[in-house]
């Protein structure tokens, strides 16, 4: 495992796990270009690094998170709610996750699959601001908004199709604002990350001795570029900027898929 490239994974997934781009297309279409990406610790290396983000999430909302532990102790009625509607986001994704989580990591082996899905993600994020409520923003999310959320969450499994991007859509056309919608929607991560991270801990162990040291800078490099990123988003999100995204994605669709082709065609 060298260095260079593992800087390269880390800072990407710090900058696509939060901007709406999709860490996960992004990670598997470098790793695909690059070589780095195998059964093994090219697969783990990913997880270490969606490790890595979720403690930008738990820093940045560090004081939220800690007002709703000290709600859930006391009982009280707000953050209960919030937590059963955080349960019930996070069960499509859940029960896809196991019932589909092979076919789902099918999809990570076609490079030109996770092209086309990133070329959608960019569609969905050019309607976001079409279906943008108007007069919804005081409105906070409620048992819709958790389903619609956790639907999206549910998609966003698939490369190429943005965990915050979609959730965050999705939450939004149920006349959440953005920025509320955006906090939910982080909320939902950290469950589905440090499950998946949980459930990855026994194999993290086994990354050799001698790759253990990049894998830690890889993690911490894209804990702060997740920081910065998710700072960014927020101060973009409720000026409907979204499809500014959405032309990205669909652009890096068609020259990633250019690439594909042309390699496997020799042009």
């Known amino acids: 495992m060298k260095l260079i490239p593992v800087l390269i994974l880390a800072v990407v ?39 890595g983000t979720l403690c930008s999430v738990l820093f940045f909302y560090r004081s939220d998170l800690a007002a709703l532990a000290r709600g859930i102790l006391r009982f009280e009625h707000g953050a209960v709610r919030l937590l059963l509607l955080l349960f019930v986001a996070s069960i499509p994704a859940g029960i896809c996750g196991i019932l589909l989580g092979d076919r789902v990591e099918e999809a990570f082996s076609s490079p030109l699959l996770i092209a086309a899905l990133l070329g959608l ?68 991560s950290i469950p589905a990350i440090a499950g998946a991270g949980l459930l990855s801990a026994r194999d993290i162990s086994s990354i050799p001795p001698g790759d253990m040291a990049p894998a830690a800078v890889g993690f911490a490099v894209s804990a702060v570029v997740g920081y910065l990123s998710l700072r960014l988003l927020i101060g973009i999100l409720g000026r409907n900027r979204l499809w500014v995204f959405g032309v990205y994605c669909i652009a890096a669709s068609i020259v990633s898929a250019a690439v594909i082709l042309c390699g496997g065609s020799g042009c």
């Open 13 to 51: 997934q710090g900058v696509a796990e939060f901007l709406p781009i999709s860490s996960s297309g992004h990670l598997a279409l470098l790793g695909h270009f690059m070589g780095t990406r195998s059964p093994g610790n090219g697969v783990l290396l990913e997880v270490v690094l969606h490790l």
């Open 121 to 188: 993600n960019g569609l969905v994020l050019l309607s976001a601001g079409l279906l943008r409520p108007r007069g919804g923003a005081g409105r906070a999310p409620g048992p819709l908004s958790a389903l619609a959320g956790g639907f999206a969450q549910a998609v966003a499994l698939l490369p190429g199709i943005s965990r915050s991007g979609s959730t965050i859509s999705a939450i939004t056309a149920t006349g959440v604002s953005q920025e509320e919608s955006a906090r939910f929607s982080f909320f939902m």
